[in-house]
């Protein structure tokens, strides 16, 4: 039993979960990091603890400050959740098409949320840049900078990379995850590496986001666009420059639902849409490198902060998404195929 003095010693330490039917169906062994027991129930508490705790210790923020992000929920939850432990609160400024499960979680830790119409980066309203202008207009507020500031990627090197290696007893084999900021596939990614040269990182992105095509060709393109939130990004930020990454993918929204459908029905595990792609990424990653592998990947929040949209009747149909398979069979049989095959981009780097 951990007798905490407040909720951020509680953040870490997650559990790691095999995943029955995908690795029955494999042949290799699926795991989730339970990211969602985190107190904030995501895995972005852990870069909020980081950050926060980072800057304390260089003098950059105290007690009775404000810390400010823009955030697409789960970092700014985490970041309140951890300014509530230190005496500090918190300006969330959120682009306002996001689940508002996270909008209203935010309200409920105390946070203080500015919602902003979404835009392209370059634009000044971006939530990027609002929360930087707010940040500056006062001398007692902190801009945490998820993107750009590398305790993001440190968080994980220093704790969740470790964390894995010793659930596993060392025998992981393969990382598998989304980016959004990076930080969680760049402190993995380094960490894991330097205790087997061997593995190998998996990145797997959404439509809309330009990672991907950035990994084939080392510019930033996307096509489509994406029901999951969080991840995906059009720019290189340092966190993401820290990422040691051998296999790039994209997989569509439709896979992640019929994923998120199977392992639901099957395991009663409910993901929320970024875990959905991480998993369905798994899966991909497990046929493409053939039986007797361990795979590792993130349940990286709460499936019931994706309730609005990824298991909402209405709102799949409106996307087009309502009647993907339930059964996983014919994604399987897609993954195998040499034309999946040739969508993966082998990065080297």
Request: net charge neutral; proline share 3%; charged share 20%.
């Amino acid at each position: 039993m951990i007798l905490a003095r407040h909720q951020a010693e509680l953040i870490g330490n997650t559990d790691l979960l095999r995943i029955h039917s995908l690795s029955e169906l494999t042949g290799c062994d699926i795991y989730l990091k339970c990211e969602f027991q985190n107190p904030g129930g995501s895995i972005k508490d852990r870069a909020a603890l980081q950050m926060v705790q980072d800057a304390m210790q260089k003098g950059q923020l105290k007690s009775g400050m404000t810390i400010v992000e823009g955030t697409a929920g789960n970092t700014g939850i985490g970041l309140a959740l951890v300014a509530k432990s230190y005496g500090m609160q918190m300006l969330a400024v959120m682009p306002n098409d996001q689940a508002k499960e996270k909008e209203r979680v935010l309200e409920l830790y105390g946070a203080k949320l500015m919602t902003v119409d979404p835009c392209p980066f370059v634009n000044p309203n971006h939530f990027y840049h609002r929360a930087r202008s707010q940040a500056e207009q006062h001398k007692d507020h902190w801009w945490a900078n998820q993107f750009e500031n590398t305790s993001n990627a440190r968080a994980h090197y220093l704790h969740t990379g470790p964390e894995i290696w010793k659930q596993s007893q060392g025998k992981v084999d393969i990382l598998v995850s989304a980016a959004g900021t990076g930080g969680t596939i760049a402190g993995n990614s380094m960490y894991l590496k330097e205790q087997n040269p061997d593995l190998k990182v998996w990145l797997v992105d959404p439509d809309g986001s330009g990672i991907y095509h950035y990994l084939k060709s080392g510019e930033y393109k996307n096509h489509g666009s994406s029901i999951t939130e969080g991840i995906g990004i059009m720019r290189l930020v340092e966190n993401f420059r820290q990422a040691s990454i051998d296999y790039g993918i994209n997989l569509p929204d439709s896979d992640l639902v019929t994923i998120a459908r199977y392992v639901r029905n099957k395991d009663g595990i409910v993901l929320g849409s970024s875990s959905a792609l991480n998993v369905a990424g798994a899966l991909f990653a497990a046929l493409y490198s053939g039986p007797g592998k361990s795979v590792v990947t993130f349940a990286c929040d709460l499936g019931e902060r994706s309730a609005s949209k990824l298991y909402n009747t209405a709102y799949l149909q409106q996307k087009g998404l309502l009647d993907c398979p339930k059964d996983v069979t014919a994604l399987v049989e897609k993954y195998r195929s040499q034309k999946q095959r040739d969508k993966v981009v082998n990065t080297g780097i």
